[in-house]
């Protein structure tokens, strides 16, 4: 790996000071199972010329619950979220999206905040530079996106304009179904952001002055379903193909709140507004859930060889809705 | 059966604990004084011509001691023919070397691959193995017109089978109750990917002393190829514990040239490892295979003629791609009792990474093509396929052409026994509902079975030659230049020498893989290892221990032949009681030397057969493995343990999978590889693994010492074919796109429109 | 811009290893640890400790685990830098170090030959180690759930599931 300097920070305040002296050329480093990666693969067109480590960070790998939520420390590792009782009692959607991301060798040391942050899989995005260098797509400055009329099979079918590789976090359509929202430390002080509103096409609206210190998770109605599926072609490893999060809380078969949020369908996580609103009131059944499943991906137009993501989305969303694996 | 005392016995592994403990010294873990790092720089282009180069600045930073460029490089010339320099002025592929750097570190290395500055003159590229034997295809070669191989070559001596023309084809349809007629192709070209990336450490002294330490399934192998092609040199090549091979570093020279011409520049040893992106981008794969191909067929299943061409994408160069069409030439022809054939493969190169050599050797390649046009007969036939393969495996008396241009008569036994065995532990019958139909269906998810067949000749293919020397403490070495990947080769052969020599295995060692201590030794590929290699190390030990008796006999004054030796000590037979140690006779200064040699015995074919129960979710198209079942004939087992290990490899090393997931992505309009990770490269996780049951039949050979036949290496081929027979049964639709990824299975349930083909 | 480093920039940095510490001058020479080193770089490249592998070299494999206060972590996904005051366990830390014994899990592996080519095998070992510490009589589902960032291609997968599982075994009736 080419050298860069290297720091330890030891609070959110100093995290933010070298943020601001380092000008954009520093990196976080959370937990760096995605990181190193990046930096190792030399895919960036300006390589950072620091690691700003914040593990160093006293106190931010904690997870606190009261009666209105439940505050988690953004180092909070993900082997740590799937082995919390309060998680699992009350946010098993959460647990159940950290467990299944990568292996339990990186889920010991990835944590959530990173989980958050990671860079996307786009493999054009990815391309190693060691093996006739990398490649200057849409998302670092180039012109065109390569996927567009390439090797696409695992890009959006949905929102994409410009780019076409997803966000692969499986945590964030979890914590978006759970409508948590996020502690956003910054220069100018901290804010607090829904993650719906976190991702931006091209990655999210942090800053490269800011970094994510916690996140907060109202507690769900108790009645509430929460459920989790994630389709790749291995279950361990693998990023999702299609990945799908809800809560729907229904009473003797008629639902009356639903919440479905998508995964590496488009750029961003993806709201299924339509089909939460079609959901309520209805008696859920196999063809109201088709229907449902229909609605979510309405917007969908694949691309070359794509299709197929958009009939497992459909699958899945009808099989969260029907309670089904 | 014979009761033995280690063969058939589970016995540890010689080098386990070395393994578990993490003291196998793998290439990369040795670091030799004074030793440089060695770096590719690699072509963003699939195929250009280099304009101009400059590594002044290279040159110029601190710890660089070399900087190579095709002007610089010796001009020895790998590949079949001889074609492939170690760096040329044009480029072929995305990857293929452009520069070669030695330095200090690591990160030195890397760090002056970028300060080298080509422009290049490209080239239009081509991928397809029909559009680049179209006239107009942009050529690859100047010596290779219409992008064509060669295959008058000597891969396998002069008259090397290079097609399977047999009887009177057209005679043969005539015979035929119909014919089926069908194009189907296995070109998802995957990496047998080892763990162990290629690696090698050379070192050149003075004017020619060459040392190679080689990650090699085949260290001497480089030794022989090369020691005249670079000035018959004094090459010794020390082979190490490979980290998997799989077929894939048997050839060693893609990786071991750029180490020895820095090596040469530097006067200094220099390590060249691939990284993982470059091994998955720019190392051998599995060969591209397409067929059209015909087949007439009688309504009982027999096939009276097949024809067909087989077009064979070897990328940018041939390893050995020669030998594997000669080799899949034969299989195909174990594989189906047919008069007459006209079976002509065309050889071409594109410009993407080479295809080289992988477990299943063109066998693999053309099975996973051949199979699907011979199923669409069994399925007019209405014939269950596993009845098809009894019927139409090789028996002994058939004749066949073998690589080497022969025709060899089997000599070797009836595996229909195996195929009743493996068909019942899979409960074929139960399963088996006839041509695309399920086996059962449970809501969205549909079961179907499927079956495969493979076997070669190679058993007993090439020479070996061994001594074992027989130490007075009552100890033996063997002599043997073979390199350990994984199959326990070289516990067994110790295991071989212990039986003949009734010592206890402890008290016998083999040497270091070392070719100046070592006779040739073409190393443990194709199956050969128990057949072969076991058939010189089993005469060694024999010769050793007959020299042995008529070293002793007269001490007892009976003949030798009346002697028999047990744990170092020599006793008449039936006389066990008075037992002279062999070092009465030889000496603290004695030694015995066995020599033993195998040649080449292509008239014994093994066997595999893999059974597959698959299900189909129809509503994602995900394709799950449910159940394996493998079913050989051994003749006798040598070590139980290593036996199911290979037999599991099934599913590994670019086999079963391949049908599945594995694949490499290549996009051709940039000509990269896009799946260059292990993330994204798909490999089977212990989260996923299918039930696994084998049926090891045990009926002895009676050409071998101990009665046995080698497996090895024919595992994994039967399998893909299985899986796509047991998918296409499942969800009632014939689907042969290899492999079945979710996009291709809701295609063919017609869900989705058919995914835009992939040029 | 000149690169300084902070607080951290003590110019040396400890580890612990198999229960040794080894001291390090902070640097890129060809005997200090570089801020862009990964522990696996460094066991494998300072210390002689090859027994950890590196294959993707990108977290995927398995390869390079090691134990990191007991857990199972990828080592070319960890920057040497911050491993200070944690204490590291390779392959070569296991069993006993005062009569060579090698531990039970490691004999279980050598009982059943659940390798082939023996590359991965340190670390399904470390991985197996990390589960059997938290968890001694796991399920055959848990064990492949511990090793399921393992890669082996020689498919020995199914002869380590036999070997832990043994070993679990024998661990429980001690």
Same mark, same amino acid.
């Given at each position: ?325 | ?167 009177? !084809? ?18 998802? !070209? ?523 290496? !024919? ?45 | ?174």
């Amino acid at each position: 790996m080419k050298l860069f300097a290297h720091v330890n920070a030891y609070s959110v305040d100093e995290t933010i000071k070298l943020l601001a002296k380092y000008e954009g050329t520093a990196k976080l480093n959370a937990g760096g199972t995605d990181l190193l990666g990046v930096l190792k693969n030399r895919i960036l067109p300006n390589y950072p010329e620091v690691i700003i480590n914040i593990k160093s960070i006293p106190g931010l790998n904690t997870i606190e619950e009261d009666e209105e939520g439940i505050n988690i420390g953004t180092l909070t590792t993900l082997a740590d979220i799937i082995a919390s009782p309060v998680i699992e009692k009350n946010y098993s959607l959460l647990k159940e999206a950290a467990g299944t991301v990568a292996s339990p060798q990186i889920r010991n040391i990835a944590t959530i905040g990173g989980n958050l942050c990671q860079d996307t899989r786009c493999w054009y995005y990815r391309y190693p530079d060691e093996v006739g260098g990398m490649i200057k797509c849409f998302r670092k400055g180039g012109k065109t996106c390569p996927a567009v009329s390439g090797e696409n099979q695992y890009h959006a079918i949905m929102g994409a304009k410009k780019c076409f590789a997803v966000c692969p976090s499986d945590t964030a359509i979890a914590l978006i179904a759970l409508g948590a929202t996020l502690t956003i430390a910054g220069a100018e002080g901290t804010r607090t952001l829904p993650v719906e509103e976190f991702y931006t096409p091209l990655g999210s609206v942090l800053n490269s002055g800011e970094m994510i210190a916690a996140i907060y998770i109202p507690k769900p109605s108790s009645v509430a379903g929460q459920r989790f599926l994630k389709f790749t072609l291995r279950k361990p490893i693998d990023f999702a193909i299609v990945s799908v999060a809800s809560i729907i809380t229904h009473d003797q078969g008629v639902c009356f709140d639903a919440r479905i949020v998508l995964g590496a369908v488009a750029p961003t996580p993806v709201r299924a507004l339509k089909a939460e609103e079609f959901l309520k009131g209805k008696e859920l059944s196999e063809e109201i859930a088709a229907e449902a499943a229909g609605l979510a991906m309405a917007e969908a137009k694949p691309l070359s060889k794509n299709a197929y993501k958009l009939e497992i989305a459909k699958t899945l969303v009808k099989r969260l809705v029907m309670g089904l694996t | 059966m014979k009761d033995y005392r280690f063969i058939g016995k589970s016995t540890p592994r010689k080098d386990a604990l070395d393994i578990v403990t993490g003291r196998t010294k793998f290439i990369n873990d040795l670091t030799i004084p004074n030793m440089l790092y060695g770096k590719v720089l690699r072509s963003p282009l699939p195929h250009a011509l280099i304009k101009s180069i400059d590594t002044t600045e290279a040159m110029r930073l601190q710890g660089v001691k070399a900087v190579l460029t095709y002007k610089d490089v010796p001009d020895w010339k790998a590949g079949f023919p001889h074609h492939v320099r170690i760096l040329d002025s044009k480029v072929r592929y995305v990857g293929e070397g452009v520069a070669l750097v030695a330095a200090e570190t690591e990160d030195i290395a890397e760090e002056a691959l970028r300060l080298i500055k080509v422009e290049y003159e490209p080239l239009p590229a081509v991928y397809d193995v029909e559009e680049s034997i179209k006239p107009d295809a942009p050529q690859l070669y100047d010596q290779f017109p219409g992008n064509v191989f060669p295959q008058d070559n000597v891969v396998f001596g002069p008259h090397t089978l290079n097609e399977v023309v047999i009887g009177d !084809i057209e005679k043969g349809f005539e015979e035929a109750d119909f014919i089926v007629e069908g194009t189907y192709a296995y070109e998802n !070209i995957p990496n047998p990917l080892p763990p162990e990336s290629p690696g090698v450490i050379a070192l050149w002294e003075g004017t020619d002393n060459l040392t190679v330490w080689l990650a090699s399934q085949g260290p001497q192998i480089f030794k022989a190829a090369f020691q005249r092609r670079m000035g018959n040199i004094n090459l010794q090549s020390l082979g190490n514990p490979v980290g998997g091979s799989y077929g894939s570093k048997y050839m060693s020279w893609q990786y071991a040239l750029p180490a020895v011409a820095l090596s040469k520049a530097t006067g200094k040893p220099v390590k060249f490892c691939y990284g993982k992106a470059e091994h998955l981008a720019a190392f051998t794969l599995r060969l591209g295979s397409r067929i059209h191909g015909k087949v007439g067929m009688k309504k009982d299943g027999t096939v009276t003629a097949l024809s067909g061409d087989w077009l064979v994408n070897s990328g940018s160069f041939s390893e050995a791609t020669q030998g594997m069409v000669a080799v899949g030439c034969g299989e195909a022809q174990l594989m189906l009792r047919c008069k007459n054939w006209s079976f002509i493969p065309k050889m071409v190169c594109t410009n993407r990474t080479a295809s080289g050599q992988v477990r299943g050797f063109g066998g693999q390649e053309l099975k996973c093509a051949l199979t699907p046009i011979l199923t669409m007969g069994m399925e007019k036939a209405d014939v269950d396929p596993v009845d098809f393969f009894k019927k139409n495996y090789v028996k002994a008396g058939d004749g066949f052409y073998w690589r080497d241009g022969d025709w060899w008569v089997c000599r070797g036994i009836d595996y229909s026994n195996a195929i009743n065995q493996g068909a019942e532990t899979f409960g074929w019958k139960e399963k088996w509902k006839g041509w695309l139909k399920p086996t059962s269906v449970n809501g969205a998810k549909y079961r179907g079975v499927g079956v495969g067949v493979h076997g070669n000749a190679d058993a007993g293919e090439d020479v070996s030659e061994v001594y074992v020397r027989l130490e007075p403490n009552g100890s033996a070495i063997i002599h043997c230049g073979i390199a350990e990947h994984g199959t326990g080769q070289r516990s067994s052969i110790c295991k071989m020498v212990a039986e003949v020599l009734q010592l206890p295995l402890d008290r016998v060692y083999v040497t270091p893989t070392d070719s100046l201590v070592n006779p040739i030794e073409i190393g443990p590929v194709g199956s050969r290892g128990t057949y072969a290699i076991g058939g010189a190390v089993i005469a060694a030990a024999e010769d050793a221990k007959r020299q042995l008796f008529e070293l002793m006999a007269p001490k007892f004054k009976v003949k030798p032949e009346d002697l028999e030796t047990e744990d170092g000590m020599v006793y008449v037979k039936g006389k066990p009681d008075k037992r002279i140690p062999w070092i009465k006779e030889m000496q603290y200064y004695g030694s015995i030397m066995g020599h033993g040699r195998f040649e080449s015995d292509f008239s014994i074919p093994n066997f595999m057969m893999i059974f597959t129960e698959v299900e189909v979710d129809t509503e994602t198209g995900k394709v799950d493995l449910i159940r394996v079942v493998g079913t050989t004939d051994v003749g006798q087992v040598i070590d139980p343990l290593s036996l199911t290990n290979q037999l599991n490899g099934c599913l590994g090393s670019a086999g079963i999978d391949s049908a599945i997931f594995e694949e490499t992505v290549l996009d051709t309009r940039l000509g990269r590889i896009m799946n260059c990770n292990m993330i994204d490269y798909k490999w089977r996780t212990f989260s996923e693994l299918p039930e696994m049951e084998h049926s090891i039949l045990e009926t002895p050979f009676p050409t071998h010492r101990f009665h046995a036949i080698g497996v090895g290496e !024919i595992t994994p081929s039967p399998g893909p074919s299985a899986v796509l027979m047991a998918v296409s049964n499942a969800i009632g639709v014939r689907i042969h796109d290899y492999p079945l990824t979710p996009d291709k299975v809701l295609s063919a349930l017609g869900k989705i429109g058919s995914p835009m083909r992939r040029e | 811009m000149t690169l300084t480093l902070e607080k951290s920039s003590h110019s040396t940095l400890t580890l612990t290893v198999n229960g040794e510490k080894h001291s390090f001058m902070l640097g890129e020479g060809p005997h200090e640890v570089a801020s862009s080193h990964t522990l696996a770089h460094t066991l494998r490249e300072r210390l002689g400790l090859t027994g950890t592998k590196i294959s993707c070299d990108n977290g995927a494999c398995g390869c390079c685990t090691v134990l990191i206060n007991g857990k199972a972590v990828q080592s070319c996904m960890l920057l040497t830098v911050e491993c200070e005051e944690k204490e590291i366990t390779t392959i070569e830390g296991l069993g006993d170090p005062v009569t060579n014994v090698i531990d039970p899990l490691q004999q279980s592996f050598i009982d059943h030959t659940a390798f082939q080519c023996g590359f991965c095998t340190p670390g399904i070992i470390m991985s197996a180690k990390a589960l059997l510490n938290e968890n001694p009589s796991p399920t055959r589902d848990e064990v492949k759930e511990a090793l399921s960032g393992n890669f082996c291609r020689c498919i020995s997968h199914y002869h380590v599931l036999d070997a832990v599982m043994a070993a679990a075994k024998k661990g429980g009736n001690q």
